[in-house]
């Protein structure tokens, strides 16, 4: 195990509905990035925190936002769900400038019908 | 636009078997290459390389990178069934800035 935790690990929306996805960073950690990963696809990168701050962004759409908190911990928030949001969300925590410790958390398994 | 492309897509072999999983690269810049085993929702890491040449040991598993003819490849010997999962490349570009681009994957399925 990874230390990093997400919630809720599966969740049904309609469309049009909004979400958000928790993650807990593991220890030590003050980076939390995340990504979606939609089905036999690698990872796409969505956006990074860092110190609380958006450092960086996926192409992904506005309705996409999140925040960390001073804790580390992060949310992701998707308005206006769409069929193709449908997908993985993974949540990697790291400690700034050291890559070979991005831990990935269980993830969050989002289907929008 | 950073792109990585891995081959093969999936992989099927017996168990015992030696597998060579492939990973092309083209970033704007490089710090790292990264391989990552997802089993069934958290990739977890396996290696990181940042030069080229030199080759980095698991177990079973090793990896090396060539930073100038921009590949990596990763090498399962005997394998196992508990080697079945899909496994990810992905590359860091800057230092300090751990924002991933991954591969598709390639499926690996240990058949006893």
């Known amino acids: 195990e990874t230390g990093v935790t997400q919630s809720p690990t599966h969740l049904i929306k309609t469309r049009g509905q909004q979400v958000t996805l928790r993650c807990s960073s593991q220890?030590?950690?003050?980076?939390v990035s995340w990504y979606q990963q939609a089905l036999g696809q690698g990872p796409q990168f969505i956006f990074q925190y860092y110190r609380e701050e958006e450092n960086g962004r996926g192409n992904f759409p506005p309705r996409f936002s999140g925040l960390q908190f001073p804790n580390y911990s992060s949310e992701l928030n998707v308005n206006a769900l769409e069929l193709d949001d449908s997908a993985l969300y993974l949540c990697?925590?790291?400690?700034w400038g050291f890559g070979n410790t991005i831990y990935f958390g269980e993830g969050s398994w989002l289907t929008v019908v | 636009e950073d792109k990585v492309v891995q081959s093969p897509l999936s992989l099927v072999v017996h168990e015992g078997d030696t597998v060579t999983l492939n990973c092309s690269y083209e970033v704007t810049n490089f710090r790292s290459l990264l391989w990552y085993k997802q089993e069934k929702k958290a990739p977890t890491f396996l290696f990181m390389l940042?030069?080229?040449?030199i080759e980095k040991k698991s177990g079973r598993l090793s990896s090396i990178l060539d930073k100038k003819e921009l590949f990596s490849i990763l090498n399962i010997t005997a394998t196992q069934t508990g080697d079945s999962a899909v496994y990810l490349c992905?590359?860091?570009?800057?230092?300090?800035?751990?924002?991933?681009?991954f591969g598709t994957g390639t499926r690996l399925t240990i058949i006893p």
């Open positions: 990697a925590s790291s400690l």
């Open positions: 992905a590359v860091e570009p800057n230092f300090g800035n751990e924002k991933l681009t």
């Open positions: 220890s030590g950690h003050n980076t």
């Open positions: 940042t030069s080229s040449g």
